[in-house]
């Protein structure tokens, strides 16, 4: 399990876990899911065409994750959030096909990107990984007052639209670069399972950042480890695991009735 | 060419189900942005890839699995009113795509069926099973005599729960009725569009149909005309795309999805 040639994987899929961890947490208590789902499948299309001309996977994930923030931006205005949100993840998710088909790599590039084939990650993806997990939580950090004061009451922030765009854009980030790990739908089980347990279970938001982080990375590993003894895919493990692990976050409050955040009710 | 297109039974199939799925859904996508349901109705599209998914593995009609898992999925969603319903749909999302992940697996190593991915989440509406089109049209029509039935008190529960309530409808009944209709038009989409496109035939024409009229019955009547045009137009330009790129496929769920975003850029651009 521990094997040399999965070490790269396991380090790339602790570092991808602990920045969602961080993001999670804001999603949860901004009410965020849908937009945590979408975003995602923006850096879809990015990868499908990076296979296409044949160029390496990053920049086209992070540019098509910024051209995703922007038309989920142009959709919004005038239509109900949730139907805009829809909007864009359909029209990324359509051009993603596209250009997966004309590549002519068709089936296994589509399982991979959906997904996930975090064994197949190699020590050149660990430098972006690494970035990733200095940069996301220094930026979540660094605004952490308004975000969560945006999340708690958004009539108190002035300015809200500039911390919604913020938020879009840390929220495509970690999107795209956990995208080859975990695969487009799969990073968004990191960033509600771990987080939504956290904000059931903590009684203030220091307790409850920290507790995602923690359990976000507790959560890969499991799904790492099964997923290595059985020949599983990892994605049905961190899916499963993550719902589980809301489940039993729920019940043991129910059990306890502990205080709670005002967020996730 | 056109003689060519209209006399092959692959693409009369074609336009029998993706005009069904589109025509169902376009209506039922008004309620579900109505009710601000619309994640929701994507994420039932994604845990009824597990039961795509499963039907491939076990050797079963590929729509009878997409039902059977979008109404367990309806099942679980319940409430709509919850404040955390958001974060609810998301998680089960998550675990039925985990799922899906799981029984792919199965079926490209037990089964061999190579592409199984993606006939599953884009879609493949020229592979259709025979026969699917006349399942496709009873499942369309079956919705279609639900809401003729339900019309008026589901539209006021949608519009306002309190005053449904008041005037004596059963809101928690209509809640669960509502969200059979939204399986059986995310099944008749995910068979054309495949699972997770699905969302496009069910919101997309809605909301463009919304932009243009706030009249819920115009909308409804416009937003089905929108969608089986669009099908239409999707399954023509796949049909035509054929010589574009020799060796390269040009999926016909790309044009449909294409198709009806076009027409929502068009409606918001007019409306300003």
């Known amino acids: 399990m521990f094997a040399s040639y999965l070490l790269s994987g396991w380090i790339v899929a602790s570092l991808v876990a602990f920045a969602a961890g961080f993001t999670g947490f804001f999603v949860v208590l901004r009410r965020e899911s849908f937009a945590a789902h979408a975003l995602p499948m923006a850096a879809f299309p990015g990868a499908a065409a990076a296979a296409l001309c044949g160029v390496a996977q990053w920049p086209g994930l992070l540019v ?7 038309l989920l931006f142009w959709l919004k205005r005038g239509q109900r959030r949730d139907a805009a949100t829809a909007l864009a993840l359909v029209a990324l998710l359509g051009l993603g096909a596209l250009f997966l088909s004309l590549s002519g790599r068709y089936a296994n590039a589509v399982y991979g990107l959906l997904f996930g084939q975090i064994f197949a990650s190699s020590p050149a993806d660990i430098p972006p990984a690494l970035a990733l997990a200095v940069l996301v939580p220094m930026a979540l950090l660094m605004f952490f007052r308004p975000l969560l004061l945006g999340a708690l009451s958004p009539d108190f922030t002035a300015g809200g639209a500039k911390g919604d765009v913020l938020f879009l854009i840390i929220l495509a980030l970690t999107a795209s670069f956990a995208l080859p790990v975990t695969g487009a739908l799969l990073v968004f089980s990191l960033m509600t399972g771990p987080p939504g347990a956290a904000c059931t279970l903590a009684a203030s938001p220091r307790t409850g950042l920290m507790l995602s982080v923690v359990l976000a990375v507790a959560l890969i590993w499991s799904a790492l480890a099964l997923s290595a003894a059985t020949g599983w895919p990892a994605g049905f493990f961190t899916g499963v695991l993550a719902a589980l692990l809301f489940l039993a976050a729920r019940m043991w409050r129910r059990a306890r009735q502990a205080p709670q955040l005002p967020g996730p009710a | 060419m056109l003689d060519g297109f209209f006399a092959s039974t692959v693409v009369q199939s074609a336009l029998l189900i993706g005009g069904a799925a589109a025509a169902l859904s376009g209506i039922i996508g008004v309620f579900t942005i109505l009710r601000g349901q619309s994640f929701a109705g994507h994420a039932l599209a994604d845990i009824s890839s597990s039961g795509g998914a499963l039907a491939l593995l076990l050797g079963i009609s590929p729509m009878a699995g997409f039902f059977g898992l979008s109404l367990l999925g309806g099942l679980g969603l ?24 799981l029984l792919l697996h199965f079926a490209v190593s037990q089964r061999g069926v190579a592409g199984a991915a993606v006939t599953i989440m884009f879609g493949s509406l020229f592979a259709a099973p025979p026969g699917a089109g006349a399942w496709a049209l009873g499942g369309a029509l079956a919705g279609l005599l639900l809401i003729a039935c339900l019309y008026r008190p589901l539209l006021l529960a949608s519009l ?8 004596g409808a059963k809101v928690r009944l209509l809640d669960v009725l509502f969200l059979g209709m939204l399986a059986l038009s995310v099944t008749l989409s995910a068979m054309s569009v495949g699972a997770i496109l699905s969302t496009a035939l069910l919101i997309g024409p809605a909301a463009t149909a919304l932009r243009l009229t706030r009249r819920p019955p115009a909308a409804m009547a416009l937003a089905a ?33 294409a198709c009806v975003l076009l027409t929502y850029i068009i409606a918001a651009w007019r409306r300003g």
């Open chain 2, 225 to 257: 005309l929108l969608g089986v045009a669009c099908a239409w137009a999707g399954v023509a330009l796949a049909y035509a795309s054929y010589g574009w790129t020799p060796g390269r496929v040009w999926p016909v769920s790309f044009f449909i999805t």
């Open chain 2, 160 to 167: 306002s729960e309190e005053l449904a309530a008041l005037r």
């Open chain 2, 78 to 101: 319940g409430q709509r009113r919850r404040a955390d319903s958001s974060l609810v749909a998301g998680i089960m999302l998550g675990a039925g795509l985990g799922l899906t992940a």
């Open chain 1, 64 to 70: 098509a994750a910024l051209l995703g923030v922007a």
